[in-house]
């Protein structure tokens, strides 16, 4: 933090905000591609463990 401090010339409490604020983009990002691939499987006929073993079985 210290480095940083000084290569960017900003008080301590500046990038604990950005950092702050980053790691919340992050996470409202990732909770809106989960949200997104919630129930992408409805409705679809083959079992979900048996398409991953098909999956493994080309490796």
Do not use: M
């Amino acid at each position: 933090l210290d480095d940083l401090k000084v290569q960017r010339n900003l008080p301590r409490a500046e990038l604990l905000r950005e950092a702050v604020e980053q790691y919340l983009e992050r996470q409202d990002q990732a909770e809106t591609t989960i949200s997104r691939a919630l129930g992408l499987w409805q409705g679809c006929e083959e079992d979900g463990v048996e398409y991953q073993r098909k999956l493994r079985e080309e490796w």
